[in-house]
């Protein structure tokens, strides 16, 4: 067995949000875009914690505390949105929802 080094663990996050970009950029689906971010998210709370823990040093870990705080607010006024306004369109595609325009 090999040692993880901090390679590995770049190549991880990059791998993850490379994934997470791209469903946001090809997906029409509200949940799919609000899942995809969430997965950016993740793997840029790896990379902060992979970097904290190859510096020796908290402050990544502590920023990524911080981040779960921000982003569980955000998928609760997230969902709490589609909610709404699946409850007036009757679907979750997003090309459906030109609400806002009128």
Known sequence: MGV???NHYILLASVLFGIG??????RRNAI???MSVELMLNAV??????FS???????G???VLFIYAVAAAEVAV???IL?????HVRGVDINRFNLLKH
């Open 78 to 80: 997230g969902l709490a």
């Open 21 to 26: 970009a791209i469903g946001f950029v090809t």
């Open 53 to 59: 823990r190859f510096k020796a040093d908290m402050a």
């Open 4 to 6: 993880v080094t901090l």
């Open 32 to 34: 799919i875009l609000f």
């Open 45 to 50: 709370n790896l990379m902060l914690v992979a």
């Open 83 to 87: 909610i709404s306004l699946f409850r």
């Open 61 to 63: 870990q502590v920023m």
